[in-house]
């Protein structure tokens, strides 16, 4: 990216590493803008500087983060928001939580299903079981906490208190498999052993684990492909993988930034090189391939009794990549699930269903119609031993919930899928209004106004400005919660 500011004058910024990648997947982003409406602020011929989600914005939520705290038991130096080393403490009241909570899901089209705490370190707050409690009494499907861990594997009880209040997910800090990587970024020594224990215990709760490594280049990327080694061995508690390359967030020179940015096709060709797994230039696709298999069953199914839609994730193509990996636990046989089909000519089929069922929606037709897609562009002899095409059928319903084609109520099937994603949040460097305006990862905040996540943490950054605005001076907090405070 070649950009010239009046101010600073000409800079370039490195996107991707391979070419050839980064066009296919702009090539099969699927566009679905929407209009969206109940809208409660925003300019949008201000875009990003007079932020907060308007008129001008292209992409309903597929998830919204609410920071419930800027405090935090850790310093990791990669942190973009900055948490623990504040002079104030910002942490939102249960009204505000309440309220913040409500304004987002009032945004239509109501495609909001998940909810996702986050801080600072969520489970510091006061309010955090709280807040777990208000997001399933609004029927969200997947309540989500944003944490490092050490709650969870200090506290044998946290857990299983967590889950009952509504916690269902974990997205959790995860940037290695030994312990001198920690060291590195996050600053401390014995982290490993707090995820290790943080898991076992999320696993017994039943709290569904996405593993979150913050890459930089030359620190952890040598690891990647043990991460996913990793998730596919514990898949009894590991759903999903999102790998964050890091983004800058303070003054960095040209030269350094070279040797450190890591780039979302270099994820996919280390992936490649140091499992086999998955191929770079055939198992990755935009993150938001899942919007037409999304819009049929919205379409065919309509809203769950909450008046929520299926998962959509129209994102920009730039904002991420997602692979697909069929694995059997108990064999520890795995296939990427585009190497199954013709995708080219299923991705083109479901696309036209997808138009079909906004105008005509029909279940018994759409699901007919996905049938015969599926067993045409089915290749059986890409299939492990024992890998039918009816099991697979069970597994994708299972993960639509029985909405899609109505075979199976049952939850885990002996082939489970795990989701393999990333996304590379943007800085200063590599910014682009026009990911700002597809962003599906919104902030809602006491000011009344929702955020895209780049204009939140980046960019035009508002983070601080809302964390000053809503805070107390440190010392007034420590001073009003007494023991509160040594946490």
């Known amino acids: 990216m070649k950009k010239t500011c009046p101010q600073h004058g000409p800079f370039e910024e490195l996107i991707a590493s391979s070419a050839p990648l ?3 997947l702009e090539r099969y982003a699927f566009d679905d803008s929407v209009k969206l409406a109940e809208i409660p602020g925003g300019d949008p011929a201000a875009c990003p500087s007079g932020c907060g989600i308007c008129p001008g914005h292209l992409s309903s939520a597929s998830m919204t983060n609410l920071d419930l705290t800027n405090r935090c038991n850790l310093r990791c130096p990669t942190c973009f928001a900055n948490a623990a080393v504040l002079p104030y403490v910002y942490e939102p009241t249960l009204e505000q939580i309440r309220t913040m909570m409500d304004r987002a899901l009032a ?3 109501k495609r909001l299903q998940s909810i996702q705490f986050s801080g600072g370190e969520p489970t510091l707050s006061p309010h955090f079981f709280d807040a777990c409690r208000l997001a399933k009494e609004r029927g969200i499907r997947l309540i989500q906490a944003a944490t490092n861990g050490i709650l969870f594997a200090r506290d044998p009880t946290f857990a299983q208190r967590a889950a009952d209040a509504g916690l269902n997910g974990a997205y959790l800090q995860f940037d290695g498999v030994t312990d001198d990587v920690y060291e590195i970024t996050r600053g401390v020594k014995g982290l490993w052993e707090v995820k290790l224990r943080a898991i076992e215990a999320m ?3 039943g709290i569904r684990v996405t593993l979150v490594p ?5 620190v952890n990327d040598h690891q990647v492909g043990d991460i996913l080694k990793f998730a596919a ?3 009894d508690a590991v759903v999903a993988i999102s790998f964050q390359p890091v983004s800058f967030t303070g003054r960095v020179e040209p030269v350094e930034r ?22 770079a230039m055939e198992d990755w696709w935009p993150l938001n391939i899942v919007t037409p298999f999304a819009s049929i069953i919205e379409s065919v199914a309509g809203t769950d009794s909450y008046g929520f839609h299926p998962f959509h994730c129209n994102s920009h193509p730039d904002c991420g990549l997602s692979s697909y990996l069929l694995i059997n636990p108990a064999t520890g046989q795995s296939v990427p699930l585009s190497q199954l089909f013709d ?9 036209a269903l997808a138009r079909q069922t906004e105008r005509f929606p029909s279940r018994i037709y759409a699901t007919a119609r ?12 890409n299939a492990p031993r024992g890998l039918t095409l009816a099991k697979l059928a069970k597994t994708a319903d299972a993960i639509s919930g029985g909405r899609l084609m109505g075979i199976t109520k049952e939850r885990r099937h002996e082939w489970r899928l795990l989701l393999v994603s990333s996304m590379h949040f943007q800085d200063a460097y590599n910014y682009q209004v026009e990911r700002v305006q597809r962003c599906t990862i919104h902030y809602s905040a006491p000011d009344g106004h929702i955020y895209p996540f780049c204009t939140y943490n980046c960019g035009h950054n508002f983070r601080e400005k809302i964390e000053t605005r809503y805070s107390v001076p440190k010392e007034q907090w420590q001073k009003a919660k007494g023991a509160l405070a040594a946490q």
Not at 343 to 351: G, I, P
């Open 22 to 24: 980064f066009l296919r």
């Open 107 to 109: 945004i239509r089209p």
């Open 203 to 205: 696993r017994k709760a």
């Open 214 to 218: 913050t890459i930089l280049r030359g």
């Open 233 to 235: 061995a514990n898949m």
């Open 258 to 279: 070279r040797a450190r940015r890591y780039t979302l096709t270099d994820l996919a060709f280390d992936i490649e090189a140091q499992t086999g797994m998955l191929k």
């Open 343 to 351: 995708m080219e000519q299923l991705l083109k089929d479901v696309h």
């Open 370 to 381: 996905l049938l015969h897609m599926i067993l045409k562009d089915y290749r059986p002899e």
